[in-house]
């Protein structure tokens, strides 16, 4: 029996048209929540204050141009520290000397390092143990407070 091929598309047309009900009694079912295109996971913001490193580069005689930040981290205590995980790090550069991190409220662990790009004994001499490429490390503790800034002057030995 040879059936016109218009014959497909009459069958077809209930079924499509009972998909496209189906579909629609579904779209108007569901409840559609709003979200925050700033905040799409809808998570309450947790209270933090804010912590600003205050890293300047100086030396009683080497020239600075020859000292270069290195590090800036922040770590829950020491041993996390000590092991490498820190909760926040900064990119740290040449021509940035203050840094900004938001932190929960608590005690926390900041370590900085700078090293010296002098020549011969130089850094040494200037308390950089290795000569070139030497560092010297600071390492403060701090306390984070709601809704305030804390500030840390960071200092190395000369």
């Known amino acids: 029996m040879n059936i016109p091929h218009h014959f497909d598309v009459i069958l077809l047309c209930p079924m499509r048209n009972l998909l496209i009900a189906g579909l629609a009694i579904l779209l108007i079912s569901c409840e559609l929540i709003p979200t925050d295109p700033n905040n799409p996971d809808n998570k309450t913001a ?29 770590a829950v205590n020491a041993y996390e520290m000590y092991k490498g995980k820190y909760l926040q790090s900064a990119n740290v550069t040449d021509t940035q000397q203050k840094y900004t991190f938001y932190l ?19 850094c040494s001499a200037g308390g950089f143990p290795g000569n070139k490429w030497g560092q010297k490390h600071a390492t403060y503790t701090f306390t984070v407070e709601e809704d305030k800034t804390t500030e840390v002057m960071i200092r190395f030995l000369q």
């Open 46 to 74: 947790e209270p933090f204050g804010t912590l600003v490193a205050d890293f300047p580069v100086t030396h009683s005689w080497l020239p600075t141009s020859k000292i270069i930040r290195t590090d800036l981290h922040i």
């Open 104 to 122: 929960a409220p608590g005690t926390y662990y900041l370590e900085a390092a700078i090293a010296c790009l002098c020549e011969g004994d130089s």
